[in-house]
């Protein structure tokens, strides 16, 4: 009776291994188990750094013999850290340059500055879309008036800016009869201003020209109708003024 009982119990164990065997003799759940999913949630490779946009300008260093070397700071690469602009003169040659923070930068020559005035560095303000400052310097002077030039800085060279074809150059001063005025607005354009005392003696009739940025040309935009003000009028005084951020003529 024992015998019995243990040989029943082997066939239904048997019995019970066989349901779950597939023809082939292997356990069913091992051909039947979906593809195993692996998390492939990896952060993506996409997020590039942001690059900078200094690129390696040869520079060679200013001549020894440089004179009248006047410095102010800019951002002519757009950054982030101060570059310097630079005004000097070799020989009977007025010249720009910038130097990069980072090392290099350009150097051109400024023709037609008058024997008797002198290039200076005013330094660098950003008056259009892009990150990089013009940069800005005196070009000539009167009895009493400065007149102001600017340049653009990209792929390694400064460019004078011009309106139409002519070098752009803006009179800032005053004489009893005549203001002039240099203003950027807000990061986005330069207007002229100017201010002429009217025959009556009694009132300046003004005159504002809004210029944009197009490349390394300034475009004539909009241009208020003349208006007239009062000598002493507080909105009297941008017309004589130079108002670029925090460059000053001196
Ligand atoms: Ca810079
Ligand atoms: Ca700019």
Redesign the pocket.
């Known amino acids: 009776m024992k015998r019995l009982l243990t040989l029943t119990v082997a066939v239904v164990v048997l019995g019970a291994c066989g349901k779950d065997r597939n023809p082939s003799g292997q356990p069913a759940s091992s051909s039947t188990q979906p593809p195993a999913v692996t998390a492939t949630t990896s952060a993506p490779t996409s997020t590039a750094a942001i690059t900078s946009t ?1 690129v390696a300008c040869a520079l060679a260093p200013i001549a020894a013999s440089a004179n009248s070397v006047t410095s102010k700071p800019g ?9 310097t602009l630079r005004a000097y003169q070799l020989g009977a040659e007025w010249r720009l340059r910038v130097e ?3 090392g290099g930068g350009a150097d051109i020559a400024v023709p037609g500055v008058a024997p008797v005035s002198a290039l200076k560095a005013l330094g660098g303000y950003n008056i259009d879309a892009n990150l990089r400052d013009e940069a800005f310097a005196v070009v000539g002077s009167g009895a009493s008036t400065a007149i102001i030039g600017l340049w653009t800085f990209a792929n390694c060279q400064l460019t004078r800016v011009t309106v139409g074809s002519q070098p752009a150059e803006f009179p800032v001063g005053a004489t009893v009869q005549n203001q002039s005025g240099l203003s950027c607005v807000q990061g986005t354009a330069i207007q002229a201003l100017k201010a002429q005392l009217a025959p009556s003696g009694t009132m300046f009739n003004v005159q504002r020209m809004v210029y944009d940025l197009v490349g390394n040309t300034l475009v004539l935009g909009n241009t208020p109708p003349l208006a007239a003000l009062a000598p002493g009028d507080p909105n009297l005084a941008p017309y004589s003024r130079f108002a670029c951020g925090s460059l000053t003529l001196n």
Do not use: I, V
């Not at 951002?75 to 570059?83: L, S």
């Open positions: 200094t951002d002519f690469d757009g950054n982030g850290a101060a570059d990069l923070a980072g």
